[in-house]
């Protein structure tokens, strides 16, 4: 149980394009989505926290007109990436809580490189 | 807010010594601990968690302890394998606030 999955799994994107990144949960209902974002060779940096039907929170310093967060159902979350720049290349996960409210589970995280 | 400081950030170890990351967290407040394994490219996952109503819990050859006055806690790996190699995350936060504080990660290397 307590599967999530992520799509697509890499991307390339020319500059100043969009890209669409989406966290479902297989078999569970998703109270709470996050979005982290994560560089070679460091930690997961949360980027925002997303509850179903509700805005996003996002952490100081992130864009939320560049990182749109969209949590439609309780089993989906969309990230898109707004006029992507080569510096917003990097490694995208996301993470969903069920009922139990605590323990987070991941997606297998989308790679994204802009040209 | 939490701040979480995890140590060492490199770690080798001989296959089939004991392996020890520290974690240690700012926020008295705070009180579920989960531990991450994430291998290269891949995604983190659970490998042990545990709540500040106990000080030790122990999944076969991990366990994990907690010392709620010190606040900090550790990551014990028994035995180590060569499929240990990974890097390890701690992280904190408070029950029913959802929002994880990470460390900043142990590369763990087994030499076989």
């Known amino acids: 149980g307590a599967v999530v999955s992520q799509h697509p799994s890499w991307v390339i994107c020319k500059s100043g394009t969009s890209v669409k990144i989406e966290c479902r949960s297989l078999d569970f209902q998703a109270t709470t989505m996050f979005w982290y974002r994560q560089f070679p060779k460091q930690s997961l940096m949360l980027m925002a926290t997303?509850?179903?039907?509700?805005?996003?929170?996002?952490e100081q310093g992130v864009e939320k007109d560049k990182f749109l967060i969209n949590h439609a159902s309780l089993t989906l979350s969309t990230l898109t990436v707004t006029s992507a720049h080569p510096e917003d290349s990097s490694f995208y996960i996301c993470?969903?809580?069920?009922?139990?409210?605590?323990?987070?589970?991941f997606g297998p995280g989308t790679r994204l490189l802009v040209l | 807010g939490e701040n979480v400081e995890q140590h060492p950030s490199t770690l080798s170890v001989q296959e089939g010594d004991s392996a020890v990351i520290k974690c240690t967290y700012s926020d008295s407040a705070s009180n579920y601990f989960p531990w991450y394994k994430q291998e290269l490219g891949k995604r983190p996952q659970l490998i042990i968690d545990i709540r500040s109503n106990v000080g030790e819990k122990k999944d076969q050859r991990i366990a994990v302890t907690l010392n709620k006055t010190a606040k900090h806690f550790s990551l014990h790996i028994t035995e180590t394998q060569p499929e240990d190699s990974a890097v390890y995350f701690c992280?904190?936060?408070?029950?029913?606030?959802?929002?994880?504080?990470f460390g900043t990660g142990t590369r763990l290397t087994i030499i076989p």
């Open positions: 993470s969903a809580t069920g009922p139990w409210q605590e323990t987070q589970y």
């Open positions: 997303s509850n179903e039907g509700s805005k996003a929170t996002y």
């Open positions: 992280a904190a936060t408070l029950f029913g606030n959802e929002k994880l504080t």
